[in-house]
């Protein structure tokens, strides 16, 4: 049977939805020979290029695009924002995958590919943690993947926690007999979580409880306060552990705690805001001059990032570059929240659900990280958009069609 170059790029994407959590090397050369096949059969089957790239939000991210070129060029250190300009290849992850994603078995075995990663990660970072942590008596040693640190790692399985418990909810809903798939699943969320956990990121906890719960409550009402319940007698017993009590300490700010230095970089933040709010410094530039922002109070003498996406986009890209990454996201949540309400068909009714939570969950993420270019984890979040909207084009089809393609 001749092979198609389409069967080689969809492939190459699984191989990258496994390897996604686990190296951001070996996963990044799975999505570049992915878009080089993808791009080879597009030229060679003559595809319309207009229909490949349209999408509900194709418009935002072209203009995010301009104007972070725009500052890049007329920031304070062009050569050096142009050098790290290129991680807004990034995107076309996003079409990479909404376009190869054919058929319903397509979505299942990505779904499966990355959960799968996302639990062998999961479990290797509880087992770090307990071996360094608890018997080599490192206290300070948090969870973490292959590649990436902690503030990563958590944000990566945060994204497999909430696809992990997506797909579990949908085979519940639908009595889905399919047990092995289910097994998969089940031990990939729970394993997962047990990582996410123990990379003690309190950010990626909220946004992944924020998207379970999400989930929860288009599943069965009764299941978020179930939910609710379970955690808070969990956090009741389990009170003198050092998990506890990372969550407990979220809202102090006392002086030398992370909390407290985010203030410091949020505040350093606005002030060059105030100073360059058109067109921003630059991407890849703040290290040159947050020193003469910085809060005298602050511990860490310079920053790469300022720990929160808003913050972030607006100084390097300016009030425009951040108008314009939120609408991006307006433009995700509308088209996404609109698709979920008109879609009758069970399974793509929860694909798109996930995929919604997972929105939420990056969104919130990034308000304690600067996830948007952290390239691992932006790269997973392009992954499973791609999913959702290659799902809003299967169901339009399927609808089309009268059928649905299994």
């Known amino acids: 049977m001749k092979v198609k170059i389409e069967d080689i790029t969809i492939f190459l994407i699984f191989l990258y939805a496994l390897t996604a959590v686990m190296s951001i090397t070996i996963s990044e050369i799975f999505f570049i020979a992915a878009l080089i096949c993808w791009a080879v059969d597009i030229i060679i089957n003559k595809k319309n290029i207009k229909a490949v790239f349209t999408s509900p939000v194709t418009l935002a991210m072209v203009v995010f695009a301009v104007i972070h070129l725009s500052s890049a060029i007329f920031g304070i250190d062009p050569g050096n924002s142009l050098r790290d300009y290129r991680k807004i290849y990034l995107l076309l992850m996003f079409f990479l995958v909404m376009n190869n994603l054919r058929s319903d078995r397509d979505i299942k075995t990505f779904a499966a590919m990355f959960c799968a990663g996302s639990g062998f990660i999961g479990l290797y970072a509880a087992i770090s943690v307990i071996i360094q942590r608890y018997i080599n008596h490192r206290p300070d040693f948090r969870g973490v993947s292959f590649s990436g640190n902690h503030m990563m790692a958590g944000g990566m399985l945060m994204m497999g926690v909430i696809a992990a418990f997506g797909a579990i909810a949908y085979m519940m809903k639908n009595k889905d007999s399919n047990k092995p798939l289910f097994v998969l699943f089940a031990v990939s969320f729970v394993l997962s979580a047990a990582g996410l956990v123990f990379t003690f990121t309190r950010s990626s906890w909220i946004a992944a409880l ?184 299967m169901s339009q089809t399927s609808k089309l069609t009268g059928g649905i393609k299994l």
């Open 210 to 393: 924020a998207g379970v719960m999400l989930i929860g409550f288009n599943f069965d009402k009764k299941s978020v306060l179930i939910m609710i319940l379970v955690l808070a007698a969990g956090a009741f017993f389990a009170r003198n552990t050092d998990i506890v009590k990372r969550a407990s300490n979220t809202m102090k700010m006392g002086d030398k705690t992370s909390e407290m230095e985010r203030v410091h970089m949020w505040n350093a933040g606005l002030r060059i805001i105030r100073d360059n709010p058109l067109k921003g410094i630059g991407t890849g530039n703040l290290p040159e001059i947050y020193p003469q922002y910085k809060d005298a109070q602050a511990q860490e003498p310079n920053a790469g990032h300022l720990h929160n996406n808003l913050i972030q986009v607006a100084v390097i890209d300016g009030l425009p570059g951040l108008a314009a990454y939120l609408w991006i996201f307006t433009a995700f949540w509308i088209s996404l929240y609109k698709a979920v309400k008109k879609e009758d068909n069970i399974f793509y009714k929860y694909c798109l659900i996930t995929v919604f939570a997972v929105n939420i969950g990056f969104f919130i993420n990034g308000f304690f990280e600067y996830n948007l270019f952290s390239s691992q984890v932006a790269l997973i979040f392009w992954a499973l958009m791609g999913a959702g909207y290659g799902t809003i084009r």
